[in-house]
């Protein structure tokens, strides 16, 4: 049998084996993997790791903030995300006060398949003023989601009543509640108190978001979930008292699972305290913390504890950072890290020992397709969709504006030398990024 495409010579990395193989694709979806395949395009990746494409199940592309719109929409930030490898993500919806949930997701589902140039879906988002809308959950995942967010703070936070009646009504529909979980009365009071004594520098955002109230909000909503026995997903944990909470209760037989994020892996909160705007850039919710807790994070990644590598990508330009400058809690929070993510995790997880080519490719590819129901993604399988990335693990990549793709002026990342970076990034088949070349149609993507 002749494929369509056929890749040979490249060591194939899942998330449970290494091997060398032939992969033939024929049409959209992988048709064979064996020794000898011919096809109509050979393509060599000699020398090169093949992977499933990655999988960044918390991305927020065009996404309103009070005044601020983040700066990457579905296109910019759908091709900055080919370039490091991604194939699929899941953004949000957010339901106006009298829309119906099925009514905003076609709303918001109509900007990204104009644009998007690779795969996506949605978590709904359940806030205080759409308690009364319950009931249409059963409907929003006959629409396509899979997954609801609820918050614990800002102006979206549920109280603990509301997060019982909302995860409730998640898991009875068969979707997976997702959280931001941190403890907001008790933020809102010390940033009050920090403000009235004029400690308003950035240096102060995570001086107010104490780490051992993020684990105290986490405990909380496992136990909400626990006793409805309802699986529950922790959403960019940013610090060892989070994912401690996380790894106890799975070790009591909770269903949980918890991600992080690459600001809390590379980043430190010394970013805070650079002269002017450069402190502010890097304010994001919850806060990078402590070099000390990013050690912690790295030892709880490489013991297993995290299922999920996402970005939380939500950037703002340096004009609209500054505008906010009066005092670091009216600063638009976001970082960008869409494109880094996937190289990265290999460039300091894999290559420093902290996780295996195979935990890589899990946190990445495969276990985020699987907690999200994405039965076609995130694995090299005959029938699976043909999303894949040749993988170049010597390339250096040095981070800045002029390297990435984001549609922002500015790199939390700026100087990290990334050593692995991906040369081809397929999608369904299709060739999306090869050796920097963009070749991907804007609206080529799916809603899953």
């Known amino acids: 049998m002749k494929f369509d495409m056929v890749i040979k010579n490249g060591r194939i990395i899942t998330s449970t084996e290494s091997y060398y193989a032939d992969i033939g694709i024929s049409g959209e979806k992988i048709g064979a993997i064996g020794l000898d395949l011919d096809g109509s395009k050979i393509i060599d990746a000699t020398g090169k790791l093949v992977t499933p494409g990655a999988v960044d199940t918390h991305v927020h592309l065009e996404m309103p903030i009070g005044e601020y719109v983040s700066t990457d929409d579905f296109y910019t930030g759908t091709r900055a995300a080919a370039f490091g490898g991604t194939t699929t993500f899941i953004d949000f919806v957010e339901s106006k006060k009298d829309q119906s949930f099925s009514d905003a997701l076609k709303e918001r589902n109509g900007k990204a398949e104009a644009i998007s140039v690779i795969d996506y879906s949605f978590h709904m988002t359940i806030g205080p003023d759409d308690m009364g809308k319950l009931n249409q959950v059963p409907a929003a995942v006959n629409a396509g989601c899979r997954s609801f967010k609820l918050y614990m703070a800002y102006g979206l936070k549920l109280n603990d009543g509301q ?265 369904r088949g299709d060739i999306l990024v090869d050796k920097g070349e963009f070749k991907a149609k804007p609206g080529r993507g799916k809603f899953l």
């Not at 002017?276 to 990013?294: F, H, N, T, V």
């Not at 694995?379 to 969709?385: N, Q, S």
């Not at 250096?396 to 990034?425: A, F, Q, R």
Request: charged fraction near 25%; proline fraction near 7%; glycine fraction near 8%.
């Open 163 to 427: 997060l019982l009646k909302a995860i409730d009504a998640v898991n009875k529909a068969g979707a997976l509640p997702v959280v931001h979980a941190e403890n907001w009365d008790i933020i809102t009071t010390l940033i009050d108190q920090n403000i009235a004594k004029g400690n308003s520098s950035p240096r102060w955002h995570p001086r107010s978001r104490p780490a051992e109230l993020e684990g105290e909000a986490v405990e909380r909503v496992i136990s909400i979930a626990s006793y409805l026995q309802s699986p529950i997903h922790i959403l960019h944990i940013s610090c060892p008292e989070a994912i401690q909470r996380v790894e106890d209760a799975k070790e009591r037989g909770i269903s949980v699972s918890a991600e992080t994020c690459p600001q809390y892996l590379f980043l430190n909160w010394d970013v805070f305290e650079k002269k002017g705007l450069d402190g502010a850039l890097p304010i994001c919710s919850p806060p990078i913390r402590s070099q000390e807790s990013q050690d912690g994070l790295w030892d709880y990644l490489s013991g297993g504890c995290f299922d999920t590598i996402s970005t939380d990508h939500c950037p703002f330009t340096m004009s609209e950072k500054e505008f906010g400058m009066a005092a670091f809690n009216t600063i638009p929070g976001g970082v960008p890290s869409i494109e880094m993510r996937f190289p990265a995790l290999y460039s300091k997880g894999v290559r420093e020992g902290y996780i295996t080519e195979n935990q890589w490719v899990d946190l990445c590819c495969t276990s985020p397709a699987r907690l999200f129901g994405m039965e076609s993604k995130g694995d090299i399988l005959v029938g699976k969709d043909a999303d894949l990335v040749i993988f170049d693990p010597e390339k250096i990549n040095p981070l800045s504006c002029e390297t990435l793709h984001e549609k922002v002026d500015w790199t939390p990342y700026e100087g990290i030398d990334i050593i692995g970076w991906p040369e081809l990034t397929i999608s």
